[in-house]
């Protein structure tokens, strides 16, 4: 009987909830995702379709997070991810402020992002697997693990390998415990594509399959002028020019990781221009002086000298 007399007070407060509205503006303002994908903007040059996926999945959880407030049946979202692209064009930073959309919208406890490579996860003999994937497991949960060249994990030609138990663990803990702990696997786009027609379940549990484009020439020179700004440095406009043909020739090269080279580059760069400044200790320094890089701390890096001889250039120097 008690019951059934408490069937219209539920039905009631379902029908209350339904009929709330929501001021949306005020609501995407006050959980501060706009605050985030800003920032995102503000960090990353390009990668506008990168950036679109993100905005699209804020909108999803956002709107989820009123669903659930207006007691709307929802189950919890998967929220599992992987990003394939090249080295340099983002991932662990676009990582990072996933973790933060998720926690503000409350998908997540913790903000954080435990970054991880198959050297955490799996052991070198047996039973030292296990426990190894387990600890990492537990520093992670509430937020987000992010597992940078998973196809590591996998290695089907050693009969030895131990990466198969901690793939099980894995799984296990992405269902079981998804309302806890989001995982992005990462890595090379074809590496990714045996990886995940090996292990199924992976696939299976993953929602959101973001591709990392390569950055355009223009883009890393924005990228450049934007990592320089940061640290108070500028090209002059006959380095600038410089640049523009250093990433020509640098992207031909072996070993490019896009901006990953680029800020490389840049640190190399800023030690010829100190070398340069200390060798007359006579001289008068500006501020103009300290902040400029010239053509000659471009021209010096050996991808140029390596025109006719790629092979040689293994690094960005």
Do not use: W
């Not at 599992?80 to 933060?100: C, E, Q, W």
């Not at 020739?249 to 490019?256: A, D, E, S, W």
């Not at 053509?295 to 390596?306: E, G, K, P, Q």
């Amino acid at each position: 009987m008690s019951a059934l007399a408490g069937s219209p007070v539920d039905a009631s407060a379902a029908a209350k909830a339904r009929s709330e509205q929501v001021d949306l503006r005020r609501e995407f303002d006050e959980v501060g995702i706009g605050e985030v994908l800003d920032q995102l903007d503000r960090e990353l040059i390009g990668l506008k379709p990168v950036k679109t996926r993100i905005r699209e999945i804020a909108s999803l959880l956002l709107i989820e997070r009123i669903r659930k407030r207006m007691n709307l049946t929802s189950d919890v979202p998967t929220l599992h991810m992987s990003f394939t692209g090249n080295p340099g064009t983002g991932k662990t930073t676009v990582a990072l402020r996933i973790a933060s959309i998720l926690h503000k919208l409350g998908f997540v406890r913790r903000g954080q992002v435990v970054s991880v490579t198959r050297d955490e996860l799996v052991g070198q003999y047996i039973g030292h697997t296990a426990p190894k994937t387990k600890e990492i497991l537990k520093k992670a949960m509430g937020g987000v693990l992010f597992i940078d060249e998973a196809y590591y994990l996998h290695r089907p030609d050693n009969e030895r390998d131990y990466g198969q138990e901690a793939i099980e663990i894995l799984l296990q803990v992405m269902e079981s415990q998804r309302e806890d702990l989001v995982v992005i696997l990462a890595g090379y786009g074809d590496r990714m594509d045996k990886f995940f027609a090996s292990n199924p379940g992976f696939r299976s549990r993953i929602a959101h399959h973001i591709d990392f484009p390569d950055y355009a020439d223009a883009e890393l020179l924005a990228i450049a002028e934007l990592m320089l700004r940061d640290m108070n440095y500028k090209f002059s406009p006959e380095a600038r020019e410089a640049f523009v043909d250093y990433i020509t020739l640098r992207k031909t090269q072996p070993l490019f990781s896009n901006a990953r080279s680029i800020r490389n580059a840049l640190d190399r760069m800023r030690l010829r221009q100190a070398n340069r400044l200390v060798a007359d200790l006579d001289r008068v320094l500006t501020v103009e002086d300290i902040m400029s890089l010239e053509a000659s701390d471009v021209l010096a890096s050996r991808v140029f000298r390596s025109k006719s001889a790629p092979e040689l250039c293994q690094s960005d120097s």
